[in-house]
């Protein structure tokens, strides 16, 4: 294995581990509850590993994408199901991410807000048309790397460490709210994204990993996404440390930018803005990339960014359809941050669909020999599949009690 | 004498990919054809297209699926198939058997812009 292939693939998973929904649950979570919803993102965190590792393990070793596998071991009905629920997600998430994108540009610019999102829409189309896909991951991985920011900023602020330690677990003395849970329940969907591992697992084909791979795989997975969830607590703690205090409501990116303008003046802002633009835009292409991803897998069509367009016709369609839908929810002028409340809590209902057909096959030793699960994955994997189903069933009504969790 | 691995109709041919000679997917086993032979049923075809996968769904999904999608399957023979796997690999050509007709459309569309 390449050092500098494992270097990048590293900085790239951690640089692209954040999007606009957990940006701003993270930091409403600290600003709300101070820290005492930390727990969640190692909770969630070690769940996304856990699963994204099986699926890019599948994927290294029989070459099989996700929604492959859920069209085969779901059943039809359930699959078709999952399919047309994963577009919606996705679809929402994109638009949710354009209009953060189109926010960042507003802030920075000036220019009318649905022009930006025009141009969003325009910049991104081209960047999915011209860039191979090995850049793609590199140019808004990287640069997503500029919210470490946030991770000098919640040090700088100067947090009661004890008190970080605390948040690591759940307190059971505390009296809990509704509120409490349709925030845990939002902040670990938020981690656990089910676009994240349709993309990982059909990237890491678009790669030709193979057998030889999976200790690649790994070692992306662990250490990219640990350092991701460390970006993500590192949010809780400019919520609690920075907006707590000012009972100032994160509720929009610009805002989000004041915690790192607080702590670092113009410079932390402008690293702030630009890691957000990266890390949303990234978000976007990845969504609208998923889509098509999950379209032509169930239904069997050629696929793949390394494809020339003409030999892909109807999955280039896809992406570019999804771009385009999602320009249109975001022109319609709904607030990003709202978009994203709601993709993310639906998210969470079609989890378990997701990862039951990931779990199946990574643990057939039947179809995956030697790289089957061991027992550590498979109690790891049975105990999200099981956390996750019931997070999903309690999603929705937790939705309409806490009315889009304003209490 | 060696027994024979069971094979699983539902599990290992419905829903698999089906893959042309050149390696190209073009489709799903949406439904698969048996007819009656003197050794008992046998597969006759694998059907493809959302007249074939349009019937697996209830009643009323079903008439939704037809009026947006159509009637449209692509019948092919079992002699066609050359080996199951992971994906169900045929000895023709995808166009041979009408099967991928609209991606090579969209295909012939998108190869008048640039750097397709």
């Given at each position: 294995m390449k050092f500098a292939e494992i270097f990048l693939g590293i900085l790239t998973a951690m640089g692209g581990f954040v999007e606009i929904g957990e940006l701003t649950f993270t930091l409403n979570a600290g600003q709300q509850f101070a820290w005492s919803l930390l727990w969640v993102v190692p909770l969630g965190t070690i769940g996304i590993m856990v699963y994204c590792e099986m699926a890019g393990r599948i994927a290294a070793v029989r070459s099989r994408p996700v929604f492959a596998l859920v069209r085969e071991r779901a059943g039809f009905d359930s699959a078709l199901l999952t399919l047309i629920a994963s577009l919606a997600v996705n679809l929402l998430t994109c638009a949710a991410e354009i209009g953060g994108v189109a926010l960042l540009l507003h802030l920075v610019l000036g220019s009318p807000y649905r022009l930006l999102i025009l141009a969003t829409f325009a910049m991104l189309l081209l960047v999915v048309w011209f860039v191979s896909f090995k850049w793609i991951e590199r140019i808004f991985g990287l640069g997503g790397l500029l919210l470490i920011v946030f991770l000098v900023a919640a040090v700088y602020l100067g947090p009661d460490w004890s008190k970080v330690a605390q948040g690591?677990?759940?307190?059971?003395?505390a009296r809990e709210t509704v509120l409490d849970f349709f925030y845990a329940v939002a902040l670990l969907s938020s981690i656990m994204l089910p676009y994240e591992t349709y993309f990982y697992a059909s990237g890491g084909i678009e790669d030709e990993?193979?057998?030889?791979d999976v200790g690649l795989n790994r070692l992306v997975v662990f250490v990219g996404f640990a350092l991701g969830g460390l970006l993500a607590a590192s949010l809780v703690g400019v919520g609690t440390e920075y907006f707590g205090p000012r009972q100032i409501?994160?509720?929009s990116p610009g805002a989000a930018a004041l915690g790192a303008a607080h702590a670092f003046g113009e410079t932390g802002l402008l690293l702030a803005l630009g890691g957000m633009f990266f890390a949303f835009g990234g978000a976007a292409i990845e969504t609208s990339l998923s889509s098509a991803y999950n379209l032509a897998q169930f239904a069997g069509w050629p696929w793949?960014?390394?494809?020339?367009r003409r030999h892909a016709g109807r999955f280039t369609l896809s992406w570019i359809a999804t771009f385009a839908l999602a320009t249109l929810v975001a022109l319609s002028g709904v607030n990003p941050v709202t978009i994203v409340e709601y993709s993310i809590v639906f998210s969470v209902v079609i989890l378990p669909f997701t990862y039951f057909p990931v779990l199946a096959v990574a643990s057939d030793r039947n179809i995956m020999g030697d790289h089957a699960n061991g027992w550590l994955a498979n109690a790891l994997g049975w105990f999200y599949l099981v956390l996750i189903t019931a997070a999903g069933i309690a999603a929705l009504p937790l939705l309409v009690l806490t009315q889009g969790g304003r209490g | 004498m060696k027994k024979l691995k069971p094979f699983d109709l539902a599990r290992d041919l419905l829903d698999h990919e089906l893959v042309d000679v050149d390696e190209v997917p073009c489709g799903r086993v949406d439904d698969i054809e048996l007819e009656h032979t003197s050794h008992g049923l046998a597969v006759a075809a694998l059907l493809v297209g959302p007249g074939a996968w349009a019937q697996r769904l209830p009643a009323l999904a079903r008439i939704g699926a037809r009026a947006v999608f159509g009637r449209g399957r692509v019948r092919v023979p079992?002699?066609?198939?050359?080996r199951i796997e992971d994906v169900v690999q045929l000895r023709s050509r995808a166009a041979q058997l009408g099967l991928g007709i609209l991606d090579r459309r969209v295909g012939r569309w998108l190869a008048r812009l640039p750097r397709s």
């Open positions: 690591l677990l759940p307190d059971a003395n990993w193979k057998p030889s409501e994160p509720q793949g960014k390394h494809l020339p | 079992i002699d066609e198939v050359t």
